[in-house]
């Protein structure tokens, strides 16, 4: 039961380049999350998907796509990606409202 | 403008004594809250929740008080030990909405 799973652990990209996070998780939840965390920011919700098939904007959506590829499944995709995207972004899931399982995080530098 | 505020950037505490970690928030909408812990290069993890309609909620030696005149809550850690060292991030949600977490508060552990 490997819980929740995020690839890669960590990237560097150039201004203007673009890549997807997946985030994968095996707990049968409905719901998943997309934030990031910023030093004295705390974790700010980008995107969720409170069912398959569906998708909704978070805090800070600018610049980010998602989609929500099965249940299982609920990648991230930058498109063109900027200095300030620099961060550490964290997949979550969850059955009930309140209590989500993280995964271990990735680490995106934008130069 | 900032719904859930952890105003301690950091926290040392002896060993064996009591940790106290607090946080404050604006919304009064909000009805559960909930600590989550976070290690270096790891996701956050569930720690203690606690609904608006009680004002303590003890889980071992955690224990989360909620003052919902003051809009306070704060969680107690006795005795503190070593492990106890992480980020702790506090965070609210209105009615089974999206979790709103706060800036987190590091806490060191001295042995």
């Known amino acids: 039961n490997a819980g929740v799973t995020q690839t890669p652990k960590f990237q560097v990209l150039k201004t203007g380049q673009s890549m997807t996070l997946q985030c994968a998780q095996d707990m049968n939840h409905n719901s998943m999350y997309w934030y990031r965390q910023d030093p004295g920011m705390g974790l700010r919700l980008i995107y969720y998907s409170a069912s398959e098939g569906t998708t909704d904007k978070g805090e800070v959506p600018n610049g980010y796509n998602v989609s929500r590829l099965n249940k299982r499944e609920f990648s991230l995709r930058l498109e063109s990606a900027a200095p300030s995207q620099t961060s550490v972004y964290f997949c979550?899931?969850?059955?009930?409202?309140?209590?989500?399982?993280f995964g271990p995080g990735t680490r995106l530098t934008v130069t | 403008d900032q719904q859930v505020k952890q105003n301690s950037p950091s926290l040392s505490v002896q060993e064996g004594r009591i940790s106290i970690l607090n946080c404050d928030y604006t919304?009064?909408?909000?009805?559960?809250f909930l600590w989550y812990k976070k290690y270096p290069a790891e996701g956050p993890t569930f720690l203690i929740s606690?609904?608006?309609?009680?004002d303590k909620n003890e889980d071992g030696r955690f224990t989360v008080f909620l003052n919902k005149s003051a809009k306070h809550l704060s969680l107690h850690i006795v005795p503190s030990q070593p492990g106890d060292s992480a980020v702790y991030f506090c965070?609210?949600?209105?009615?089974?909405?999206?979790?709103?977490f706060g800036a987190g508060t590091i806490l060191r552990v001295k042995s």
């Open positions: 919304n009064s909408m909000f009805d559960y």
């Open positions: 606690i609904s608006s309609i009680k």
């Open positions: 979550a899931s969850s059955e009930q409202p309140y209590e989500q399982y």
């Open positions: 965070a609210a949600s209105a009615y089974g909405n999206k979790l709103v």
